[in-house]
């Protein structure tokens, strides 16, 4: 059992809640923060205790960096440091590039990458002054490197998660800090209009090599991968956990050429 500590940002529900139950079970104690959902955060509480863990709970406004501090900065206080930080809070926003509102991208930007930067300096100098030989992984997106029609503020958001995460990795590994990103496809979370437990198997995506959306347990299960041991050789990447969606191209390709040899025969 790790006895190690585990702050998840954004762990109210989807992802972060999966991440916080997933490392509980492993024998992580767990902070985590909230936005606004303050009885999801409450039921993510109540089970991590249930799992015999340690839990601390703190609102945090991802957008306000006085807010990101003062949450973090609590946590740590509250459980005595940080050996894993999973920089899970996120937003979307999805709009045509013509009509896309300046106020839109501000907040998407704002929230997925300056947010994402604040939250992993605040992290990264606690681990730095206590010693920690610690793991922060981010939460990218397979739009890290696919583009979303109407994605522009969301995909470029996460673009610039990708090489935070490459630039954390290289300024942090004299400290002995690994820091990571998983890229998540489509997941079936509130955010996409999932209820928790849902059978994900019945929402079918033909075009997918795996013809479902991914689990949040499944992104659980690749976020404890890259702050496990096991990923002691790993920095600086990005783990695509996508159902093979980065195939797609490839799959069209060979559509599209078998059409035209169809034509010429």
């Known amino acids: 059992m790790p006895n190690e500590i585990a702050i998840i940002t954004g762990a109210s529900s989807g992802i972060g809640r999966a991440t916080a139950l997933h490392l509980a079970g492993l024998g992580y104690d767990i902070g985590i923060t909230f936005a606004s959902n303050s009885q999801g955060a409450q039921e993510t509480a109540r089970r991590v205790k249930a799992a015999g863990r340690r839990v601390a709970i703190r609102q945090m406004e991802q957008t306000d960096p006085a807010s990101i501090h003062a949450a973090l900065?609590?946590?740590v206080t509250d459980l005595g440091g940080v050996d894993v930080f999973v920089n899970n809070a996120g937003t979307l926003a999805?709009?045509?590039f013509l009509s896309l509102k300046l106020e839109d991208w501000n907040r998407v930007v704002a929230c997925n990458l300056t947010g994402a930067f604040i939250a992993g300096q605040v992290i990264a100098n606690h681990m730095a002054a206590s010693g920690t030989r610690g793991r922060i992984v981010n939460l990218s997106s397979v739009h890290e490197a696919v583009p979303l029609k109407g994605g522009a503020a969301y995909c470029?958001?996460?673009?610039?998660?990708?090489?935070?995460?490459?630039?954390m990795a290289l300024d942090l590994a004299s400290r002995g800090i690994r820091v990571n990103a998983i890229g998540p496809g489509e997941t079936a979370t509130p955010m996409s209009g999932a209820v928790e437990g849902e059978d994900v198997a019945a929402r079918k995506r033909p075009e997918l090599p795996i013809s479902r959306p991914g689990k949040p347990e499944e992104?659980?299960?690749?976020?404890?991968?890259?702050?496990?041991?096991?990923?002691?050789y790993t920095t600086g990447t990005t783990l695509y956990v996508d159902g093979g969606l980065l195939l797609m191209a490839a799959i069209g390709n060979q559509r599209t050429i078998m059409e035209a040899l169809g034509e010429k025969a």
């Open 94 to 96: 999805f709009d045509d």
């Open 156 to 167: 470029s958001s996460k673009a610039g998660v990708g090489m935070l995460t490459k630039c």
């Open 219 to 232: 992104m659980a299960e690749a976020i404890a991968y890259l702050a496990s041991p096991n990923a002691n």
């Open 73 to 75: 900065d609590a946590l």
